[in-house]
């Protein structure tokens, strides 16, 4: 009977402290890279760099990555 108890005890550590976070992780990752996919990647007007939608500078219709490309233009 300890024994059981024992081997029920040592598969709810290693399901708990072990597996799970791995399974929250790879969840977390999936989700991460879905959102990367379907962010739109724009090309700089200077430099030709492609930078996400979220981080361009624009002015006057045209995309930049940086202010100081912007000041070259």
Known sequence: ???????????????????????????????????????LMLECETCGSFISQNDALTQRGKVFCSKECMERS
């Open 1 to 39: 009977m300890k024994l059981l108890i024992f081997i029920a005890v040592a598969l709810a550590f290693v399901w708990f402290v072990l597996l799970r976070p791995s399974m929250k992780r790879s969840a977390q990752n999936s989700s991460n890279q879905k959102s990367l996919k379907d962010e």
